[in-house]
C-alpha cells in the first residue's frame, strides 16, 4: 500500500528585494563547470567552505535586462545521501545546514541528456525540497547524435517546472536559460511520487520535529526526514549544523524499530525512486537503435587505451609526454621568474641603504618567497595536464587500469594520479587528492606523496652525485644508476607507507572503486585554463603567509648574531643563529655522516630543498656568478675536512645525505598545503616528524653500513 | 527459473539480469543509486587490464566495480 506524500505546489513568492541566490547543482561529468563558466564569464569568486576542503565557487549571472542573479557552483553529486565530503558540502547546502551558506532560493539542475535516467535520480531528490527548480538538458546534441528524442514539452508538463536544452559546451540555450532564471514567478515543481506508507508516519513525525526544533521550512523539512530515515551511514563535515537534540532522538527511536523489524527502507525508496524515473522516461525518450557515433567511437577508443598492452604503452607515453613538458616547458618561465626576482631584490637594494631592513626584504621576503615562485610554472603545468586528463575522461581510465596495483597497498586507482604527480612537485599531487571519495584513503596519499622524489630535489641529488664521482668523464650509467636509485627508494617507500598507514593508523573497509567511465570528450580549453588559474591562486593564497614567515625566520636565524665588522659571508654563517644550530644539531647528524656545516644546509632548506645548493655554497665559499656551473662548489666540497683533516664528503656521505633528503620533509610549502588540505596541524606535523625519522634512520643505516662493510 | 551467477563469473561482452544484492553496506546502497536494482539489465563491457576492476555498461553509461564487490551480486544471464 502505497499513498502520495507530497502535496501539490502553492504559487512561489516573487523573489523581489533582493539579488536572488541560485544552486547549480548536477552529477559528476555532467557538464556543469561549463555551464558555471558559460554564465557566469569571469565573474567567480573562488574560496573554500571553511572547516573542509571543498571549493565553493559564486558567480554573477546578467539578465538580459542586466539584473544581477547569484550562483553557486556546487560540487557534482550523485545523490543526496552523500558518500564523499564534496557531496555532503552540496547535500547541507541545499537543506540550509550551513551556517556560512544561506540556504539557495532557487535550484538549477543540470543533467546529462545522453544518461538521463540516472541523472534524474539526484532531481529527483531534489524535487522534494520544495524550491522553484529549473531543469537544464544538457549535451543536446550528443544525445540527438546518440539516436535520443527527448520530448521536453512533456518533461516540462510533468514536472511542472521550466526544462531548457542546451549545449554548454557551444553556448546553445544559454539565453532561454537566463530568461528561465530571471522569471519571477518559477513554480513550484508538481512532484508526486508514491513512498511506501510504512515510513509515512515516521516521515511526518521528523518533518514536524524539524520545523519546531530546528527552523526548516516545511517541504524542505520533509526531503530532510526522508533522506535522514534512509541515510544510515552519513557522513558529516565540519561547518555543518547539528540536529536538535529531539530531532536526533525520533530519528534515533524510528531507526532502532526498524533495525527490529530487518526492512530495508532505504533500498526500498531508492526503487520506487527509480521506478519513477523509469517510468517517466518510458514516455519521454524515444531511442533510434541505430548504433550511436558517440559511444563506438569511446569504446574504440577504450579497446586501445584499456587494452591489455597497449594500455600501459599508451599510459606511460601519456605520463613521459606530461614529465616532458614539465621539464622542458616549465624552464624558460622559471628562469624568467628568477631573473625578475633577481633585479626586483637588485633594485631594492639600489634605492635603499644598507641594513638589515634591507636585507630582510631582499634576502628573506623576496629571496624566499622566490624561492617558492619559481616553482609555480611547474605546478601550473601540472595543474594544466591533470585538468586536461579530467576533462578528457582519461583521468577515470588511468584509475581504472592502476586499480588493482594501488590495492596491493591497500588503496585505489584514484590515489594514482595524485602520487604520480608528486614526482614533479607534491603541492599539485596533493591538491588533485581531492577527487578521492574516502577520507582515509586520500588522508593516506597526502601522507606519502611527499615520498615521490619531486623536481626541488634534483638540485641536491645531482651535486652529491658529482661529489661522490668526481670528474666530467665519470660513466654516465653510475650517475643515471644512481639517480634512478633515489627516485626508486622514495616509491618503494611511498607505497611501503601507505601500506603501513592503511594498516595500522588509517584502517578503513577496503576501498571501493565505484567510478564512472564518462565517455571522451573534446577537453574545453577555457575551462581547463580557468581552473588551472583558480588552483595556482588558491596555492599561492594558501601557502603564501606561511612561506614568507618562515622564510623571514629563516633569514633571521642566518643573519643574527653578527659577526664583527668585515666578516666574510661564510664566518657570518657560521656565526649565526643557523651555524651554532648546527653545531647543536651536529652530535645527532654525526652518526649520519654529517658535520655541523651540512647541518646548516639541512636547517636553511627546510625552506625548500633546492636551498641547500645555494647554503653549500655560501657555507664553502664557493659562490660562483653563474648558478649553472658547480664547477667551484664542487672542488670546494671536495677539499673540505673534518677538524681530524679526514674528507667530510666521503662517496658514503654523499650517499647518505642523498637517502637523507629522498626521505626527509624539506618543503614549507607542502607542510602549508597539508595544513590546508588536512585542516589540522596534526598532519602535517605527524608527516614531519615520521619523514624526517626514517630519513634520519635510514641515513644512519646507510653510513654505518657502509662503514662496517669497510667504505 | 534460469540458472544465476555472480556478476564477476559473466563472460565479457555478455547481458545479464540483476536479481539480488547483499543488503547492507555503504557500497551497496551507492550501486542501488547508482542505478542498478534488482530487473536491471547489465553487461560486462571489460576487464581492466590486470583483470581487476570490471567496467559495467548498465542505463546507457560505463560503471566500474571491483571484482571483490562483483561477487556478492547475483545475475542471471541472458539467453545468447
Known amino acids: 500500500m502505497t499513498s502520495p506524500v507530497l502535496p501539490f505546489p502553492a504559487p512561489a513568492p516573487a523573489a523581489s528585494g533582493r ?28 574560496g573554500n567552505y571553511p572547516g573542509v576542503t571543498v571549493e565553493k565557487k559564486i558567480g554573477t549571472v546578467y539578465s538580459q535586462h542586466g539584473q544581477p542573479m547569484q550562483v553557486i557552483d556546487l560540487p557534482g553529486a550523485y545523490s543526496l545521501a552523500a558518500r564523499s565530503p564534496d557531496e555532503a558540502v552540496t547535500r547541507d547546502v541545499l537543506l540550509g545546514r550551513r551556517s556560512d551558506t544561506a540556504q539557495p532560493d532557487r535550484i538549477l539542475c543540470i543533467v546529462d541528456a545522453t544518461n538521463l535516467e540516472r541523472n534524474l535520480y539526484l532531481v529527483h ?56 532564471m530571471s522569471r519571477p514567478d518559477l513554480p513550484l515543481p508538481r512532484h508526486r511520487w508514491d513512498i511506501p506508507s510504512p515510513i509515512a508516519p515516521a516521515v511526518s513525525e521528523l518533518q514536524a520535529s524539524l520545523v519546531e526544533n530546528d527552523r526548516k521550512a516545511p517541504l524542505s523539512a520533509r526531503a530532510e526526514a526522508l533522506l535522514l530515515l534512509t541515510d544510515q551511514d552519513t557522513i558529516r563535515v565540519a561547518g555543518s549544523t547539528p540536529l536538535s537534540g529531539r530531532t536526533a532522538e525520533i530519528l534515533r527511536s524510528w ?44 569504446d574504440r577508443i577504450d579497446g586501445v587505451v584499456t587494452h591489455p598492452m597497449w594500455g600501459w604503452l599508451v599510459l606511460g607515453g601519456i605520463m613521459a609526454l606530461l614529465f616532458l613538458s614539465i621539464f622542458t616547458l616549465a624552464e624558460y618561465p622559471m628562469n624568467w621568474i628568477d631573473g625578475h626576482i633577481a633585479s626586483l631584490a637588485d633594485l631594492v637594494k639600489e634605492s635603499m641603504s644598507p641594513g638589515d631592513l634591507r636585507d630582510l626584504i631582499t634576502d628573506g621576503a623576496i629571496g624566499g618567497v622566490g624561492g617558492v615562485l619559481v616553482f609555480l610554472p611547474q605546478i601550473l603545468i601540472l595543474f594544466f595536464f591533470i585538468g586536461l586528463l579530467e576533462s578528457t575522461g582519461y583521468m577515470a581510465r588511468a584509475a581504472f587500469i592502476m586499480d588493482r596495483l594501488m590495492s596491493r597497498v591497500g588503496l585505489n586507482g584514484k590515489s594514482f594520479i595524485p602520487l604520480l604527480s608528486s614526482y614533479a612537485c607534491a603541492i599539485p599531487g596533493i591538491m588533485a ?3 578521492i571519495e574516502d577520507s582515509k584513503d586520500r588522508l593516506v596519499t597526502i601522507l606519502v606523496a611527499p615520498l615521490m622524489s619531486c ?10 652525485i658529482a661529489a661522490i664521482v668526481p670528474g666530467d668523464q665519470v660513466p654516465i650509467l653510475t650517475k643515471v644508476g644512481l639517480m634512478l636509485l633515489m627516485y626508486a627508494l622514495g ?51 594558501r601557502a603564501g603567509t606561511i612561506i614568507l614567515g618562515i622564510s623571514i625566520v629563516l633569514w633571521f636565524l642566518s643573519t643574527y648574531p653578527k659577526a664583527p665588522e668585515g666578516a666574510s659571508s661564510q664566518e657570518q654563517m657560521a656565526h649565526s643563529f643557523a651555524g651554532k644550530a648546527g653545531r647543536i ?66 662517496p658514503l656521505t654523499c650517499l647518505s645525505l642523498m637517502v637523507f633528503y629522498v626521505f626527509a620533509m624539506q618543503c614549507i610549502s607542502t607542510i602549508a598545503i597539508v595544513r590546508r588540505e588536512t585542516n589540522s596541524w596534526r598532519w602535517p606535523l605527524f608527516q614531519l616528524a615520521y619523514m624526517t625519522g626514517t630519513a634520519w634512520l635510514l641515513s644512519l643505516v646507510v653510513f654505518q653500513g657502509g662503514r662496517l662493510l669497510g667504505f | 527459473m534460469a540458472a544465476t551467477i555472480p556478476l564477476s563469473a559473466l563472460p565479457v561482452g555478455r547481458t545479464a539480469v540483476l536479481r539480488s544484492y547483499p543488503t547492507a553496506g555503504a557500497a551497496f546502497l551507492r550501486f542501488r543509486e547508482m542505478g542498478l536494482l534488482p530487473g536491471t539489465t547489465v553487461t560486462l563491457v571489460r576487464t581492466a587490464p590486470l583483470g581487476d576492476p570490471l567496467e559495467i555498461q548498465v542505463r546507457g553509461y560505463r560503471l566500474t566495480l571491483r571484482r571483490s564487490e562483483a561477487e556478492a551480486i547475483v545475475v542471471e544471464p541472458a539467453a545468447s
Open chain 1, 19 to 46: 539579488t536572488p541566490v541560485y544552486a547549480l547543482v548536477g552529477n559528476p561529468n555532467c557538464g556543469k563547470s561549463t555551464l558555471f563558466n558559460a554564465l557566469t564569464g569571469l565573474k567567480q569568486k573562488v
Open chain 1, 125 to 180: 531528490q531534489i524535487l522534494d525540497l520544495g524550491r522553484p527548480v529549473i531543469l537544464v538538458l544538457n549535451m543536446m546534441d550528443l544525445a540527438t547524435q546518440a539516436g535520443l528524442q527527448i520530448r521536453v514539452a512533456k518533461l516540462e508538463k510533468e514536472l511542472g517546472i521550466p526544462v531548457i536544452p542546451c549545449e554548454a559546451a557551444h553556448g546553445r540555450g544559454l539565453i532561454e536559460l537566463k530568461v528561465a
Open chain 1, 255 to 298: 531507526q532502532k524499530r526498524w533495525e527490529g523489524e530487518g526492512t530495508d527502507w532505504a533500498a526500498t525508496l531508492v526503487s520506487s525512486r527509480y521506478d519513477a524515473i523509469t517510468r517517466l522516461c518510458a514516455d519521454l525518450v524515444e531511442r533510434d537503435d541505430r548504433p550511436s557515433n558517440a559511444s563506438s567511437t569511446s
Open chain 1, 433 to 435: 587528492t581531492r577527487t
Open chain 1, 455 to 464: 623536481s626541488a630535489r634534483l638540485p641536491v641529488y645531482l651535486l652529491m
Open chain 1, 491 to 541: 616509491t618503494f617507500g611511498a607505497f611501503g607507507f601507505a601500506w603501513l598507514f592503511k594498516r595500522t593508523l588509517l584502517k578503513g573497509v577496503p576501498p571501493l572503486m565505484i567510478m564512472e567511465l564518462p565517455p571522451y570528450r573534446l577537453p574545453r580549453l577555457r575551462d581547463v585554463v580557468l581552473q588551472m588559474v583558480e588552483r595556482g591562486g588558491l596555492f599561492l593564497r
Open chain 1, 585 to 650: 644539531l651536529e652530535p645527532a647528524i654525526k652518526p649520519l655522516g654529517f658535520d655541523w656545516q651540512i647541518g646548516i644546509g639541512i636547517i636553511a632548506s627546510f625552506a625548500a630543498r633546492e636551498v641547500f645548493v645555494s647554503t653549500m655554497g655560501v657555507v664553502f665559499n664557493a659562490q660562483s656568478e653563474d648558478d649553472e656551473d658547480t664547477a667551484p662548489l664542487r672542488q670546494a666540497l671536495a677539499a673540505a675536512k673534518w677538524p681530524d683533516g679526514s674528507r667530510l664528503f666521503t
